[in-house]
């Protein structure tokens, strides 16, 4: 399978802070990425959707200016949590997708654990 | 009527046993279907991935889906306790060109020794 990776793995901050999260795919080209948030013991829940070039689609009930993304390359897309709350403090997973034949799954990255004081 | 549904478990096999994980979809013309799975603390990985009709076979893992019936299983065959895990069934629709993966909300499997 293709290789995707996050930076940072873990963070903790504090409250007020903003926090940038980096994800790349490594040996593909990736037409779009996805943002992903996860809660202990909860199903995963898409935040946001991003193509290479244009502007994130967000899904319902996610605050577009809380969370930046931008989508910079065929390989790298980036997640800021902007003045981050303790609220926001989750797991929070990328993944991408290349569409073709050869890629036509999301291959996740290994995720980003966000804890804010 | 979620749109991908799964038994959320958990689901208890003796080690050496099938472990049989299911799901149904409400989506009539959803055309790819995918199972992962997700160890606790990280991030899901891609297992299997299946289109037609029919078991797919992958070493100890088959897929069977039925497109009729609207249901997409995942068989694990001698399990192991490192098979212990979250297993995701997810559907990519047909209106959809972009990746976008309706997910299930997991089904957790604990393989005892």
């Known amino acids: 399978g293709a290789v995707v990776s996050q930076h940072p793995s873990r963070v903790i901050c504090k409250s007020g802070t903003s926090v940038k999260i980096e994800c790349r795919s490594l040996d593909f080209q990736a037409t779009t990425m996805f943002w992903y948030r996860q809660f202990p013991k909860k199903s995963l829940m898409l935040m946001a959707t991003s193509n290479e070039g244009s502007k994130a689609t967000y899904e319902q009930g996610v605050e577009k200016d809380k969370f930046l993304i931008n989508h910079a390359s065929l390989t790298l897309s980036t997640l800021t949590v902007t003045s981050a709350h303790p609220e926001d403090s989750s797991f929070y997973i990328c993944?991408?997708?290349?569409?073709?034949?050869?890629?036509?799954?999301?291959?996740f990255g290994p995720g980003t654990r966000l804890t804010v004081l | 009527q979620k749109e991908v549904e799964q038994n959320s478990g958990p689901l208890s096999v003796p080690e050496g046993a099938i472990a049989s994980l299911n799901c149904t979809y409400s989506d009539r013309v959803s055309q790819s279907f995918f199972w992962y799975r997700q160890y606790s603390g990280k991030s899901p990985e891609l297992i299997m991935s299946i289109y037609s009709n029919g078991d797919k076979e992958d070493g100890r893992f088959t897929a069977q889906l039925n497109k009729a019936s609207q249901y997409v299983s995942l068989l694990i065959r001698d399990s192991q306790p490192s098979d212990s895990a979250t297993y995701l069934c997810?559907?990519?629709?047909?209106?959809?060109?972009?990746?976008?993966?309706?997910f299930g909300q997991g089904t957790e499997l604990s393989v005892k020794p």
């Open positions: 997810a559907v990519k629709p047909l209106y959809n060109q972009g990746g976008k993966l309706i």
């Open positions: 993944s991408a997708y290349g569409g073709t034949a050869s890629y036509n799954e999301q291959f």
